[in-house]
């Protein structure tokens, strides 16, 4: 016996490992089924390493079946010691309530809320939840013995963990068991670096309950040199564009290794299998044009930010190609030049392009001014300038508020006025 949809996932190397397949494949086969993501409110943004769930509930949707995504308002409150060297800081009540409100609506561009998926926050039943109770109700049914086994915990009995982080997998089981309870949850799903906190909440089920239920894992995911996927130079990429530009979210995915794209595409992609194949195909063919890139680009930019901000991004990425900085508006140059060093244009700076290319930074001397403009090594908004006499006027100031000058083939530099 098998389930399409599972192996639909399997080969799109969505699966690390399940509790019990064959009987996954017998509930799956029901349709219907309620599963659950949990999301660790940690922040005021998801990061694009979050995609990977929030993609794998849409999928459980699009295949008929009732996605419940989890914001941990209560356990958010503990955070999770899996895979953490040291004790979190714990953040205020205030604090964690905000994080889950912002995630909660990110996470609502991906999933019907209005149809089959469900939006909930564990805040709700621990709040309260006296202790007594919960050591009655819920503690009673794990061993230390078994808690000491889960390896979130033996990496840290030696460095210390206090009794908080120590009991989290009970709070994760027990979300498990109240999902069960309220929507007929019987599928976690979650980072195979999660395994013994959601496996707490099938022994819950079975001890307390007497329920069966099911546990998948996804892997997590990395690049071709074990780097774990997401982390640009030490940097999340945000889902919030205020965060992370559409701009920047477009690049790093244009920006995707040759060894990396192929699995990217079969992990993010809603292509199906057969038009990923053929991207790939009409991609190794000519590879330095960047085809399947450029489609899972797209494909993402447009998913997480809108059609309106690929386009966007396709306008700024081509811009910056061609040199035409004069197509690009005043939000386009932020994104576009995010990153690049800017100079605060005084009212007593002078203009000349001699004098401001020395007042800005883009060289160190008026020689080398003069001798870059000369040769026509300088470039105001993508315009070749030559004369050493030319003064910077309204017409080169974009919408009034920035020059983008550039300086041989690739350093730029920003004027704000």
């Not at 995630?103 to 998926?117: E, M, N, P, S, Y």
């Amino acid at each position: 016996m098998s389930n399409a949809f599972l192996e639909e996932l399997k080969a799109r190397g969505l699966v690390f490992q399940t509790t019990n397949e064959e009987e996954l494949v017998k509930e799956l086969n029901k349709g219907n089924v309620g599963l659950y993501i949990g999301f660790d409110p940690t922040a005021s943004s998801l990061h694009i390493g979050h995609l990977v769930p929030i993609l794998i509930l849409r999928r459980f949707e699009l295949a008929g079946h009732r996605p419940i995504a989890l914001m941990g308002g209560g356990t958010g409150l503990i955070g999770d010691p899996s895979f953490k060297d040291a004790e979190r800081q714990l953040n205020s009540l205030e604090t964690v309530q905000g994080f889950v409100d912002s995630i909660g609506g990110q996470v609502a561009r991906f999933l019907d809320f209005d149809g089959k998926a469900i939006l909930e926050n564990n805040y709700t039943w621990y709040k309260d939840f006296l202790f007594i109770d919960f050591l009655r109700d819920v503690g009673k049914y794990f061993t230390i013995n078994y808690m000491m086994s889960k390896e979130s915990v033996k990496r840290r009995i030696e460095t210390g963990i206090s009794y908080t982080e120590f009991a989290y997998q009970l709070l994760q089981g027990y979300d498990f068991y109240e999902l069960n309870a309220r929507y007929g949850v019987t599928l976690q799903v979650g980072g195979s670096d999660q395994w013994g906190n959601m496996t707490a909440g099938t022994e819950l089920l079975r001890r307390k309950g007497g329920k069966d239920s099911h546990v998948l894992t996804v892997p997590l995911i990395t690049d071709s040199n074990g780097k774990k996927f997401g982390k640009s130079e030490g940097n999340a990429v945000w889902l919030d564009a205020d965060l992370t530009s559409p701009y920047e979210f477009y690049q790093f995915w244009i920006n995707t290794p040759d060894s990396d794209i192929i699995k990217y595409m079969k992990i993010f992609s809603f292509k199906t299998l057969d038009e990923l194949a053929s991207i790939e195909s009409e991609w190794a063919e000519a590879p330095h044009q960047r085809l399947a890139q450029k489609t899972l680009a797209a494909e993402m930019t447009e998913l997480v930010h809108g059609s309106d901000a690929l386009e966007q991004a396709l306008k700024i990425t081509e811009a910056l190609f061609s040199g035409d900085i004069k197509a690009l508006n005043a939000t386009e140059i932020r994104q576009g030049f995010k990153d690049v060093p800017s100079y605060d244009v005084a009212e007593a700076d002078d203009l000349n392009i001699v004098e401001i290319l020395v007042a800005s930074g883009v060289v160190t001397s008026k020689r080398q001014a003069r001798e870059d403009v000369t040769n026509g090594a300088v470039r105001v908004n993508g315009e070749q300038i030559k004369d050493v006499d030319y003064v910077l006027s309204d017409t080169d100031k974009i919408e009034n508020e920035f020059s983008v000058i550039r300086r041989g083939k690739k350093k730029y530099h920003l004027l704000k006025f």
